[in-house]
């Protein structure tokens, strides 16, 4: 819904021409509109919204069957998801591992064909 400009393309000449070409092409306009649409479809409005809101919370005593159990629920380890944590840290390490294998594998390879050539003649 726009033009993008790379940020070492822009001058004051791009960005005139960029805007000059938002303003002038009805196809902008066409998508502006329909996200203004999508965007204010929506049941009620904010305010009353609020409003509802506010009254079930009263009606309810606080809406305590609303109120999320799970976090007092959990142990420290679900909570604060370290197994997950635990799992991408190793495997990053062992991706570490592996790439250094390949590098001292190809190293050693460039490295030793010298020689052995060198010791042939």
């Known amino acids: 819904m726009g033009i993008i400009l790379k940020p070492e393309d822009i001058s004051k000449e791009t960005l005139q021409k960029a805007i000059q070409d938002i303003m002038s092409n009805p196809m902008f306009s066409t998508q502006a509109k329909k996200a203004q649409s999508i965007l204010r479809d929506q049941p009620m409005k904010p305010r009353?919204?609020?409003?509802?809101?506010?009254?079930?919370?009263?009606?309810?005593?606080?809406?305590?069957?609303?109120?999320?159990?799970?976090?007092?629920?959990?142990?420290?380890?679900?909570?604060?998801?370290?197994?997950?944590?635990?799992?991408?840290?190793?495997?990053?390490?062992?991706?570490?591992?592996?790439l250094i294998a390949i590098v001292r594998f190809v190293f050693t390879l460039v490295v030793s064909s010298p020689k052995e050539s060198k010791k042939n003649k």
Do not use: M
């Not at 609303?66 to 799992?87: G, H, K, R």
């Open 48 to 98: 009353d919204l609020f409003l509802y809101w506010v009254n079930y919370t009263i009606r309810h005593q606080g809406a305590k069957h609303l109120v999320a159990t799970a976090p007092f629920e959990l142990n420290i380890f679900q909570y604060l998801l370290l197994d997950v944590v635990a799992f991408i840290f190793a495997s990053a390490v062992l991706c570490l591992f592996v």
